[in-house]
Structure formats: C-alpha cells, structure tokens
C-alpha cells in the first residue's frame, strides 16, 4: 500500500467489565459476591484501509466484528490501541475536529428496522442529522428527496413511516440518512445479512455504484465469504477477538491459509460442488470469558498440534500483502 491510508488502527482492544450497583461493591467487599469478570472482545488488531477500498471483515457471531466497526465509528471507546484517521491520532483531536471526524464516518446496521425510529417520518430521519449540523442548502424537502433518489428510493414516500416500507427499502433509508452528513467512511455491520438474496444483490450493486460516485470507502463488516467475494478489495478473517488471517480476496480464496479461514471457505455454495455435502465449522465458538489457552482456534482445528495447545501464532506475513496467524502457514511447523 503506497498512498497513506485513510484509516490507521493500531493494537485496538475491547474489554467489557459488568459494573457493579453499590450493593454489589459492599458485597464483594464483604466476601459475598466476586469480581465481576471481564470480557476482552476484540484484541490487540491492527489493520490499514486505503481511500476508496472495500476492506471485508468476517467471521462468525460473536468474534467481536461488531464491536471493532463501532470502535472504528466512535460509538463505543477503545480499551487499548489507537486510531489515525488520515494521519491524525483521533486521541488527539479537538472536541469539534472529532465530531467532523465522526460525520466522515458512518455506519450502516444490520437491523434496518430496529435502526430507525418508528414514531418518525421518513424525511425526518433522513434529514435530521444535516439540518443539525447545518449541512442542508436550500429547502429540507429537496435536500432529503436528492438523497433518498441517490439511494434508489421515490421521494413520493418521504412522508411514511418506516413500518410502511419492506426490509430492503428500510436499508436504503439507512443508506440515505448516512450519505445526508457526505461521509467519505461508511462501515456496514452486516448490512445486508437480514435481506432476501436477490434484494442483497440490489443492495451490493448500490454500494459499488455509490464508491464509483461518491469516492466511499468502506469496511464490509459479513460472517458470509460468498458476499465478500463480490464486493471487497481485502478481507481480513477474525476469530474470537483476533484476526488471523488477512489477505486480498483473490488471495484468499485461492491460497487461504489458516484452517479457520479454510473451514468458512468450504461452506461457500459453489455450482461446481453440487453433490458435496456442506457442513458448519465443527464445534462451537468458544465463550471470551474463558478462551483456549493458545492458539484460540486449536479445539476445533483438524490440523491442531500439542505445540498450538500452548503457544499462540503471531500474525505473520507469509507472501506480499497475506498474513497469517497459524503456526502451519507458510510450512512452518
């Protein structure tokens, strides 16, 4: 990557801690209750994102995907890390240059309906944001009838409630009240996850069709590889908190690496594999209040190792722009 990227994220963690009431504080004090334990969500990733690329991120629910994209939006603060934003340490930034930051950067949710707010019209939801923060030239209803028709919807309606629309025009409502602020950042948390999949093609098409007008760039937040596949320039694959693998998508379909990343990939449908029987990654996430010593993934890895059991794999390169975290990658045992 030879351009500086728009997004630097360095050592990023996340660590959740159930706080306590002051009835619980006295009683662990006294020796009736214990610690509340801590859950470490997402560990120690660092990742670079160039200006107009696709990054994909995936991996099963509840590896922490989720929270790293709200992390990245503002919604949620970081435990541990930093994050440079083009160029600049968002740590260090002013009250007023951060929330300039945070309009550049938008999120698109995986819900369309539990994202928007019921009791609101369509053209105030849309509009609300950029009325706000002074973004809106001229009269509201032409302001929010541009971005609902840049977002494939009939202006017509911009005075219905959500609940008078289906899921895949909900979605574009979210779009649209995204591109109201004019982002140049825009993290989709399993946007098209809840969709039809014919209505999830619609969609795919209208993000690619946005970064060709808009110049967007965006982070494909998916736990399905076959949607990454169309979409992303990069993916990087996260595995209970961690990335262990991350690659260009031809790379990674072609020549994956770690047996996580391997076992996703043979549960994409493919028209040349009719007759295979497809089958879930064996066993089941483990629980982040107490994860595998080690490499995280080695009770569910068909290649584990007594070494995997007690060592974790750092993230290494193993080819120009592939890294790994396995200590089988690149022959290394």
């Known amino acids: 990557m030879t351009a500086a ?22 009683a662990v004090r006294v020796g009736l209750a214990k610690e509340p334990q801590a859950v470490r969500a997402v560990h120690d990733v660092s990742l670079q994102i160039a200006q107009g690329e696709v990054f994909g991120l995936v991996g099963e629910s509840g590896c922490g995907k989720s929270t790293l994209g709200r992390m990245i939006a503002g919604i949620i603060a970081p435990s541990t890390g930093t ?18 930051r945070r309009l550049k ?3 698109i949710f995986q819900d369309p309906y539990s994202s928007l707010n019921p009791r609101m019209r369509v053209k105030d939801i849309i509009g609300e944001a950029a009325q706000v923060h002074g973004l809106v030239q001229g009269p509201l ?5 541009a971005q609902m028709e840049r977002a494939g919807l009939d202006p017509a309606f911009r005075r219905r409630y959500p609940h008078q629309f289906s899921g895949g025009q909900r979605q574009r409502i979210g779009i649209a009240r995204a591109l109201s602020v004019g982002p140049e950042f825009l993290i989709c948390d399993e946007a098209v996850a809840a969709l039809d999949v014919s209505i999830q093609a619609q969609i795919i098409n ?18 399905d590889l076959g949607v990454v596949e169309h979409i992303a320039d ?14 260009p998508v031809e790379e990674i379909f072609a020549r ?9 990939l043979s549960e994409v449908p493919r028209l040349d594999a009719r007759k295979r029987r497809f089958t879930a990654v064996k066993g089941e996430l483990p629980s982040p ?5 080690g490499c995280h993934f080695h009770p569910r890895c068909p290649l584990a190792m007594p070494r995997c059991s007690v060592e974790r794999p750092a993230l290494r390169q193993i080819a120009p722009g592939h890294t790994s975290a396995c200590h089988l990658a690149g022959g290394d045992a």
């Open 256 to 264: 994956a690496q770690h047996p996580y990343t391997q076992a996703l």
């Open 289 to 293: 209040l107490h994860p595998p010593s």
């Open 105 to 107: 950067m938008q999120m």
């Open 234 to 247: 990069r993916v990087a694959i996260m595995y209970l908190g961690r990335i262990v693998e991350q690659a």
């Open 83 to 100: 994050m440079a934003y083009k160029g600049q340490l968002i740590d260090q930034l002013s009250p007023a240059e951060r929330r300039q």
């Open 5 to 26: 990227p728009l997004l630097a994220i360095d050592n990023l963690g996340k660590t959740f801690t159930r706080k306590l009431d002051a009835a619980g504080k006295i």
């Open 141 to 145: 209803d032409a302001f929010v009838a």
């Open 206 to 223: 209208l993000f690619m069709d946005l970064r060709d007008e808009l110049g967007l760039t965006y982070l494909f937040i998916s736990h």
